[in-house]
T-cell receptor, first 114, second 111 residues
Framework: NSKVIQTPRYLVKGQGQKAKMRCIPE?????VFWYQQNKNNEFKFLIN????????QIDMTEKRFSAECPSNSPCSLEIQSSEAGDSALYLC????????????FGHGTKLSVL | GDSVTQTEGQVALSEEDFLTIHCNYS??????LFWYVQYPGEGPQFLFR?????EKGSSRGFEATYDKGTTSFHLRKASVQESDSAVYYC??????????FGDGTQLVVKP
């Protein structure tokens, strides 16, 4: 059973609406990743954090997404203005350290943008 | 840049067949290599990893050997079961870098 908790499991939004999802990493894991998985099972890296600090992110994330991992609160990923192409499974993963370490994934949030 | 290639998009087998899923990577040095498995409706689960040439990783009857010479980390299982049906991902990680996933291989095992 996954110990990385993602909510909600399903999210339905209209185009232009905000879409926000949350992730509680496994206890004691300071590193958090967000990935987007499309219907062809392809992974796209979005952003990662170590503790509360953003380590890496792609251009799309910087421009259209808002993400944070505050201390003592769930991490969150928010799409400011949803587009049809954002429909995907959003996966949060955590790990003990940043490099070469296995990832523990949540079940994901399935976003549908109508 | 770093990348992972899985040549089979889908593999269809019968129970007790031998499984091979091919994974080749492109990266400098010695990246860590992983296999993950994803069942429907769930996130990927870690199977095992290897980080040195000739190192073998294994779990639940699956195994793969890190081969620096052929830049490969092929997944094998001697006898598959219907419950092994899932999508399998090969992945690569370098120090201070993000993890790169292959496009996945859908395994379908018929009873």
């Amino acid at each position: 059973n996954s110990k990385v908790i993602q909510t909600p499991r399903y999210l339905v939004k209209g185009q232009g609406q905000k879409a926000k999802m949350r992730c509680i990493p496994e206890k004691g894991h300071p590193v958090v990743f967000w990935y987007q998985q499309n219907k062809n099972n392809e992974f796209k890296f979005l952003i990662n954090f170590q503790n509360q600090e953003v380590l890496q992110q792609i251009d799309m994330t910087e421009k259209r997404f808002s993400a944070e991992c505050p201390s003592n609160s769930p991490c969150s990923l928010e799409i400011q203005s949803s587009e049809a192409g954002d429909s995907a499974l959003y996966l949060c993963a955590s790990s003990l350290q940043f490099s070469n370490e296995r990832l523990f994934f949540g079940h994901g949030t399935k976003l549908s943008v109508l | 840049g770093d990348s992972v290639t899985q040549t089979e998009g889908q593999v269809a087998l019968s129970e007790e067949d031998f499984l091979t899923i091919h994974c080749n990577y492109s990266a400098s040095g010695y990246p860590a290599l992983f296999w993950y498995v994803q069942y429907p409706g769930e996130g990927p689960q870690f199977l095992f990893r290897a980080s040195r040439d000739k190192e073998k990783g294994s779990s639940r009857g699956f195994e793969a050997t890190y081969d620096k010479g052929t830049t490969s980390f092929h997944l094998r299982k001697a006898s598959v079961q219907e419950s092994d049906s899932a999508v399998y991902y090969c992945a690569l990680a370098h120090s201070n870098n993000r993890i790169f996933f292959g496009d996945g291989t859908q395994l379908v095992v018929k009873p």
